[in-house]
């Protein structure tokens, strides 16, 4: 950049010197009111320099308006490495974040058009049961008393929970936290005087049982002594409901509690989680109800349960002078919600249920109509999850954001989304360490033009793959209805790679889910279970699912714990230094004693942020001096850890530190540094790594989920490179995918579709990629071709 001086310059968003994570003093020039795309490699140092800094650094000072009380209960943002930045508008950060999993949260009280649904039918609803509260399922008046709004019910099998061959003397007899022998609530029975404590349960008399199961909170008369005074005596069934199952505690402790739990539709309210009352309001378009009730209407819960489409239209031929700014108010959101692609949604449908790609065009449609103006838009890869027939729908939606007097800036990878940038800032030359430099600013046209590896690579143009490998035999899949799936029957293929495609909501997950569930069974076995209708035949597979979210990492996890190698690299500092392993750890005998460990020093501030700084003890390493005395080849344990996976690599080469290290090199993730949080990965990097762990393994069929997310051209080039040794070393691979390179280089192409949501579900492509290319019926056909 030739000159970053413009000191009355308030048209670009102006970084100064940024150093964040990779980033190598970084000057960067911004344009105001306009598209910003920053792309680059994997690890190049895009999420560093938009995320870390940028947002960051709008995100702190935004914070320092508020008093020092208020700011305690504010998200805190960590203080990004920069020397300075100029003309910061208030940041929006719309990330590709999965939603957390609230079993009282729907896409209608996500996006607030529940609320205004809930108002529009108290005010014109009839018969008038109660104001816009009453409409809640998570408020008393409206929930069903059953399933207290939640739409489910969980029964419990008293079986899973009780031994009934045992006595309350044995242990385990009741498979639940504190009720084992001696527990705090075994003692509410033992302790009670009402049974014998040697005598099996199955031996009980019929009253003996009912009490010890079924009783309802009573009072003992002359109980033992030993007997809590204020305590009242309550059977297990209704225990287990109201202080366990009910609550948050189940919730807590959902791994050992739902093995034991049959979940179901409740039976009151048919899952739409809505008292009776409150389902007998309804909203009548012409004609209205006759005074004796006749004429169709629809409830709350009915117009909740139509696709976002067709509750819009729903909703426009309401004609009532008392609903007029509603009805407005709620067109604009549901028809914003539409225009992104997410008009297969129902409102009704559970929050938890929608890929991070869905909830981040949730978020992008409630600010299209937002009155606000002079933001910054940040977006994280909006083209995840989107197929290329949606991608047109996110452009649309982009430049509103724009229009509206905004700066966007998108963190991105897909050729289609860079296209329409004002201006792009591609971050390289390499990932890690070998990148966190900016190697071109400009149009889309010069970067086309540009000697970049991003400009190479969206200029380049891949064939389709016409060698495919036949497939070695097929499982057969029968009447899956899973979600949306339409008792589709489809032979999958083994021992290939095919790719899973179709647009958004179409049923490609609900599809290998049902193949998961499903997998094996005997020949011409069916089951009648909506989880599991299927016939199939094979032998016995193994099959590993690697979504973006299954990796079951810790804060404290890090490649070098995830691969095992830590411990390697323990012992080898043990033996070449003559002590013990457990001294290279900063968790314990190694720990600085100074911050314990740490690296920092934490000071509590009262209402304000705590201050931490940098342990002068340890110059943040976390080692004390004695462990940081000990070195191999020249290094200590501290700049051992600190290095990435291919220095370490070379490092110790021929020992079982490289051996361990080499699949990580393999996904591409080389640049990663040992000591690394996996908790600062991409959800792609994650799933990489996880893929690394199965490397070795053959004879095992492999789901992925969108394994191209977050992945640069040149990076999916190399994992696919990596896909076909895998199914030559006598694997099968599904791909969930929507990346075109990715679906062009597959054996075999399974499309769901046309729609999404109740507009699919049906297969509409079944063969090879060149068989799709020229299939006209095929959503995705099209576009195999002219990239």
Known sequence: MKDIEHPHDFSHIIVRDATENNLKHVNVRIPKGK?????????????????????????????????????????????????????????????????????RSTVGTYTDIYALLRLLFSRIGQPFVGYSDAFSFNHPSGSCPRCGGLGEIRELDIHKLVDFDKSLNDEDTIHYIAFGKGGWRWIRYAHSGLFDLDKKIKDYTPEELDLFLNSPQIKLKNPPSNWPKTAKYEGLIPRMYRSIINSEEGLLHAAVLNPMLTMGTCPDCGGTRLNEKIRSCKIYLTPGPSPKGEGSGLNIAEVTAMSISDCRQWMENIDNPLAEDIKRATTERLAALEEIGLGYLTLDRAIGTLSGGEAQRCKIAKYINSPLSDVMYILDEPSVGLHNHDILLMQKSVQKLKNHGNTVILVEHHKEIIKIADHIVDMGPGAGMKGGEIVFEGTYEELMHSQTLTGTMLSATSAIKEQVRTPKDFFLLENAHLHNLKNVSVKLPLGVMCGIAGVAGSGKSSLMECFRNAYPHPVGANNDSPEQPVQSLQSHQDIVYISQKSIGISLRSTPATYLDVAEDIRKLFAKTNKTKADLFSFNG???????????????????????????????????????????????????????????????????????????????????????????????GELQRIKLASYLRDAGK???????????????????????????????????????????????????????????????????????????????????????
């Open 35 to 103: 598209i910003t795309v920053v792309t680059g490699v994997s690890g190049s140092g895009k999420s560093s320099l938009v995320l870390d800094t940028i947002a960051a650094k709008s995100r702190r000072e935004l914070n320092d308006t508020f008093p020092s009380f208020t700011q305690q209960y504010l998200p805190k943002y960590g203080r990004p490495h920069v020397g300075d930045i100029q003309n910061l508008p208030i940041a929006i950060v719309i990330e590709q974040r999965k939603p957390a999993s609230n079993s």
């Open 589 to 683: 005998k190694g720990g600085c004693p100074v911050c314990q460990g740490k690296g920092v020093i934490v000071n509590d501030m009262a209402f304000m942020d705590a201050i931490e700084t940098t342990c002068e003890a340890c110059g943040g390493l976390r080692y004390s001096p004695e462990v940081l005395s000990y070195k191999v080849n020249g290094l200590n344990i501290a700049e051992v850890m600190d290095l990435t996976a291919n220095k370490a690599a070379e490092l110790f080469s021929g020992s079982v530190i490289a051996e361990k290290l080499e699949p990580l090199r393999k996904v591409g993730l080389g640049y990663l540094h040992l000591n690394q949080s996996l908790s600062t990965l991409s959800g």
């Open 701 to 787: 069929i492999f789901i992925m989920d969108e394994p191209s997310d977050g992945l640069h051209a040149g990076d999916i080039r190399r994992i696919l490179n990596l896909f076909d040794t895998m199914v030559e070393a006598g694997n099968t691979i599904f791909l969930i995918e929507h990346n075109i390179e990715m679906l062009k280089s597959c054996d075999w192409l399974i499309e769901l579709g046309p729609g999404g949501g109740a507009m699919g579900g049906d297969i509409i492509f079944e063969g090879t990629p060149k068989a799709m290319a020229e299939d006209t019926g095929s959503v995705t056909g099209p576009y195999l071709r002219v990239n």
